[in-house]
């Protein structure tokens, strides 16, 4: 299975990748949970990144890509959910010369809920699971339910950020469906419904 599931921020594409990943057993990539581990790392790479991710801007696209591809290698060759990449036409390409992707699955969440669902999102900063203040509460406050690490705030999950972050996707991002649509790997779900149903959707159209 070599999934891609592409989506504007706040579509549920982590959530979605993460259920996915509980029934199939398949691997799940975040590139910007890897990007994020980079800057906490504090790696050359992390320092240069940080800048672009503060600003909810793509960042360099070949050095990004190729890290992408090499954790792919690393760590999930034969089958993969991919979340947050490719962002752009040229990282589908890339990615398009290497592996063979089965599905682009496109969580469509129209652009006024997406405010609110990012800036009340709590990440989970050992294990990157994701809540919500108030669609997803964790048992207890400030504390993940699926492995008791503090949820904290994304320093990109900002109302100023946000913006930016749907004008780069409407921008940069969109292209690649119709890169999907045009080989006819692209499926499309309603994402404004709750998380278990967007998810029943995905399962149906897979199967
Ligand atoms: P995400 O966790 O997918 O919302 O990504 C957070 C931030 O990481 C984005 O706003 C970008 O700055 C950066 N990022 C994540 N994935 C990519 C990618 N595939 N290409 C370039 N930048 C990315």
Redesign the pocket.
């Known amino acids: 299975m070599k999934i891609v599931l592409i989506g504007p ?1 706040g579509s549920g ?2 959530t979605q990748a993460a259920l996915l990943n509980k029934k199939f057993g398949v691997p799940h990539l ?4 890897i ?2 581990g980079e800057v906490a790392a504090g790696t050359e790479f992390g320092k240069k ?1 940080k800048q ?2 503060d600003r ?4 360099p ?1 070949e050095l ?1 890509t190729e890290m ?1 591809l090499a954790h792919i290698d690393e760590h999930c060759s034969d089958g993969f959910i991919l ?6 036409e040229y ?1 589908a390409v890339k990615l398009g010369e290497r592996h063979t992707v089965n599905a682009a699955v496109f969580i469509n969440v129209p652009g006024e809920e997406i405010s609110a669902r990012i800036t009340g999102r709590r990440t989970c900063r050992s294990c990157n699971a994701i809540f919500h203040v108030k669609n997803s509460l964790p048992e207890k406050d400030g504390v993940c339910d699926r492995c008791g690490g503090e949820l904290y705030q994304r320093q ?1 999950d900002n109302e100023t950020t946000v913006a930016n ?1 749907i004008r ?1 996707y409407t921008e940069e991002t969109m292209p690649v469906l119709d890169y999907y649509r045009k080989s006819g790997l692209l499926r499309q779900v309603d994402g404004a419904r709750s998380g278990e149903t967007v998810f029943r959707d995905i399962i149906s159209i897979l199967s």
Do not use: H, N, W
């Open positions: 921020p594409k982590g975040s590139s910007g949970d990007l994020r990144i672009f991710m909810g801007e793509i960042g696209a990004i992408v979340d947050g990449f490719p962002r752009t990282q990109d972050r780069v």
